[in-house]
């Protein structure tokens, strides 16, 4: 199940290593910026599981860093989120993005009993926590390990 806020935003931080003393260096004051925001993004409570600091180097040096938990983006998102945040910070205007009945007439349309069959191969007994199982209406089983038999993505 996913939630998405109607209003949702990402918490923006600048740092300006000036600021924080000459006692450290600048890798180690970075570093430190960093791993704060990863704890930051690291519970899926009710923060927000991405985050984005402006970091000031020097003068004219700086260093973006975009922060999510590993739920929100995997390794086909990013680059499509990176492209996009370089073409606006560039000033290009985005694509209109796709409605998103044509992703769910999309879906309706797929094989529904090929994809059954072969989840069936990866979970052959797979019963879902129980306070899922409920409101999918899934009756009482055992939860067993995959095989190895999964189909590649």
Sequence with gaps: MQIIPADPWVPWRYVDIDDEGVDAGVDELVERVCAGERAAVCELGDQPVVSAVLIRLAED?????????????DGWSLPIVVRELFASYGG???????????????LAGRDHDSARAAWGRCWPVWTPPPWWARRAGWGPGGARRPHRGCPPR
């Design 92 to 106: 290009q205007r985005l694509a209109a993005p796709a409605p998103y009945r044509r992703f769910v007439t999309w």
């Design 61 to 73: 040096r700086y260093r973006f860093v975009l922060t999510n938990h590993h739920i929100v983006m």
